[in-house]
């Protein structure tokens, strides 16, 4: 990949003044930045660990292989892939002022960011329909939920992301950087790396806007609609137990979804106001990146009780009636 951003970048030379970005790191507070270090690079840790854990309990537990569980496994390393694609080089910055990054190692971040980000996204969504059907189709239930479908499932959300996510960096290499290279962020984002360019950049915008709605805003829209559904299954049915029991299954699916899209809203409104402490959307964007995969997990094994089973047999606890 960063072989591709370097023929691109090589390809438009004359274009390019700068041969790196600087990432300055978190805006207006860069004297003490570096006490943020130790809080994210825990919860860098917590999320790594956290999610080999949830790996581990359900490879172990043959109870647990089942395509709910098989779809969080792929969050795991989704979620993986997200934070140590940021949080190595967001240290590095911290603790050794590492600041410097060619442009194409730059884009290729640029690229993984929004593949992981839409991963997410897509995911959350499979786990939605997979409920769906649980709740509300339960007798077609093994036939429409096969091994079959979580393969097709997965590879197409690998390649939707993989493949919508190619124009992002594209764009951006081919703007002109001909003098500003120091971008207050820690990250290469679009708008942090396209606003330094001295030609328009209006392309690099609409296509952010553009997959912002057709992938994030078609998946929210989607899993709203089948927890509508679900709810007016559960409300239908006659026995108070069995309504709290079909949305209990739904309870810490609930929780990840509204946390990862409100802040994702968040971000983007205060990207798109002048914000009077401007570290604060940077701040968003990185924690967003960081405490999801650290929280995934959590979230499930407090919520879900063969999980939480699952992690007493790995970790050798004797706990009864859990």
């Known amino acids: 990949m960063l072989m591709m951003f370097q023929d691109l970048r090589d390809s438009n030379s004359s274009k390019f003044q700068v041969s790196e970005f600087i990432l300055m790191g978190f805006p207006g507070i860069h004297s003490w930045q570096h006490w943020l270090s130790l809080p994210l690079a825990l919860l860098y840790l ?28 792929i969050l795991a390393v989704v979620d ?16 050794f002022n590492a600041k ?25 969504l499979c786990m939605a329909i997979d409920r769906y059907i649980a709740i509300c189709q339960p007798l077609r239930y093994p036939s429409i939920i096969t091994e079959s479908f979580l393969l097709k499932a997965t590879m197409f959300m690998a390649l939707r992301n993989s493949l919508s ?11 002109h950087y001909c003098s500003q290279n120091q971008i207050d962020h820690c990250l290469c984002t679009t708008l942090g790396v396209t606003s330094l360019a ?11 806007l553009f997959l912002a709605w057709t992938l994030m805003g078609s ?5 709203i609609l089948s927890y509508a559904l679900i709810l007016r299954s559960v409300l239908k049915l006659n026995s108070a137990e069995a309504a709290s029991k ?4 739904c309870t ?17 409104i205060t990207h798109s106001t002048e914000m009077t402490v401007p570290f604060i959307p940077v701040l968003l964007n990185v924690l967003h990146n960081v405490i999801p995969p650290a929280l995934n997990p959590m979230v499930y094994a407090l919520k879900n009780k063969e999980l939480r089973q699952g992690l007493y047999k790995v970790l050798k606890l004797d706990i009864k009636g859990k």
């Not at 884009?107 to 993984?112: D, E, H």
């Not at 001295?198 to 952010?208: A, G, L, T, V, W």
């Open 80 to 95: 993986m892939g997200l934070a140590t694609t940021i949080m190595p080089k967001i240290l590095a910055i911290l603790w």
């Open 219 to 223: 998946d929210l829209g989607l899993i």
């Open 165 to 175: 996510t190619i124009p992002v960096p594209i764009f951006a290499a081919q703007r």
């Open 246 to 249: 079909a949305l209990n299954t």
């Open 252 to 268: 810490s699916h609930l929780i990840l979804i509204f946390f990862f899209y409100t802040v994702l809203i968040v971000i983007s």
């Open 100 to 124: 410097a990054i060619s442009l194409p190692e730059c884009f290729a971040q640029m690229y993984v960011i929004h593949c992981f980000v839409g991963m997410e996204s897509g995911i959350f």
């Open 46 to 73: 917590l999320a790594l660990s956290a999610n080999i854990l949830i790996l581990i309990i359900i490879n172990q537990e043959a109870t647990l292989h089942q395509p709910m569980y098989y779809f969080l496994g």
């Open 198 to 208: 001295c030609d328009d950049s209006k392309i690099n915008s609409i296509y952010q």
